[in-house]
């Protein structure tokens, strides 16, 4: 079962609980008291909900693995609760992810609903208020409770999605004159997220906005300069607010409008390379043509195991992400496994340093010098 944690936990948490490894340090010069930078010369590790492959998804224990293991950002979705309070929570029904169906109390909060198009029945969050979602919550801790990652050596940047704002706005009632997106923006404010992609306030508190809502997306252009990406579904899903096709979206044209809003697109991957019997086939040039309007690329969502893997890897997830970065030239990926997608970075970046190989080549180095001056002696 999944916890249902506020927004404000999770930002607090990702401000003040970001560990893992320090990003190229010199040992002897890092001054411990400030964080090493976010690294921006390779594809951005991007932590699917967490580490979802290894903890259950959207909770403190997943972030907080996803940190350790080197991921660049945190991804997490974006709900509202029935009183208008943001929650992380991924589904926009409990039913499979919480045990709600034990509580017979609530057993008249099932309804129907339209969603994109198709007559959804559940339990919605927006029908229940944060106090009786906590109540359905598997762990009551809070996410920023625990002190061991204060003082953390690297910058650890989030990934926000807004989830489902059409169909959110249509059934929470906010202040008048605002929106889900002006309470999404406005709690990133609080945390003191701003700034233009890689302008100095942004590599302080790095944070990607995403949505399959364009308009939603041209909307929070206007609150905040926070970079945007602009999320693609499968050819057969059109957007959730437009209602235009794939095909609509992926075109130069709208490429060409979009790019003042968006730094980038996070297209699924099979829409990249199509697949047929589990084997890829040739890659599309959504990648090309998305480069040529300035615009990244970063796919969802790499896992591990078999089952996702396409044939053509062997069963092999080292395979698969060197595909996608050497081959395909992706900006960042999405994935489940954050620990993998690190490991094969720092194998084979060659700008890659941790402070431990940091230490080794000073070592090295020094004693080239001493034997190099005892031949002298």
Not at 47 to 74: L, M, N, V, W
Not at 98 to 126: C, L, M, P
Not at 223 to 252: C, F, G, M, R, V
Request: hydrophobic letters at 35%; glycine letters at 4%.
């Amino acid at each position: 079962m999944t916890s249902v944690r506020t927004v404000s936990s999770i930002l607090l948490l990702l401000l003040v609980e970001c560990a893992a490894r320090p990003f190229y340090p010199l040992p002897s010069r890092r001054n411990d008291r400030s964080k090493q930078p976010l690294q921006t010369f390779r594809p951005y590790n991007i932590a699917h909900r967490g580490s979802s492959g290894e903890f259950p998804e959207e909770t403190a224990s997943a972030y907080k693995r996803a940190i350790e293991e080197g991921a660049d950002f945190i991804e997490t979705d974006i709900l509202a609760s029935k009183d208008g309070i943001l929650i992380c929570f991924h589904d926009l029904t409990l039913d499979a992810t919480t045990d709600i169906a034990q509580h017979k109390k609530f057993e008249s909060r099932k309804r129907t609903y339209e969603v994109q198009g198709k007559n959804i029945t559940g339990y919605f969050t927006i029908d229940f208020t944060l106090e009786e979602l906590k109540s359905l919550r598997v762990n009551q801790r809070s996410p920023f409770r625990d002190q061991q990652y204060n003082g953390a050596p690297r910058v650890v940047g989030i990934y926000p999605e807004i989830k489902n704002p059409v169909f959110i706005n249509q059934h929470v009632k906010w202040p008048i004159g605002k929106k889900f997106e002006d309470k999404f923006v406005d709690t990133l404010k609080k945390y003191g997220y701003k700034g233009t992609y890689l302008s100095k306030q942004w590599l302080k508190q790095p944070a990607f906005i995403q949505s399959f809502a364009p308009t939603s997306l041209i909307y929070i252009s206007h609150l905040t300069d926070l970079p945007k990406i602009l999320l693609i579904d499968d050819a057969t899903t059109p957007t959730q607010d437009t209602n235009q096709s794939y095909w609509e979206i992926t075109s130069n044209s709208y490429f060409d409008f979009i790019k003042d809003y968006v730094v980038g697109i996070g297209p699924w991957k099979d829409s990249i390379v199509p697949a047929s019997n589990n084997y890829l086939q040739t890659p599309t040039d959504l990648v090309t043509r998305s480069h040529a309007y300035n615009l990244q690329v970063h796919p969802f969502t790499c896992r591990n195991e078999n089952v996702f893997l396409h044939f053509n890897f062997s069963q092999d997830p080292y395979n698969e992400y060197d595909y996608w970065i050497k081959k395909i030239g992706v900006d960042g990926l999405f994935t489940d496994f954050t620990g993998s997608l690190h490991h094969y970075q720092e194998w084979t970046n060659p700008f890659s340093m941790g402070e431990e190989s940091a230490s080794k080549l000073l070592d090295k180095i020094a004693y080239m010098i001493s034997k190099f001056r005892n031949s002298y002696n």
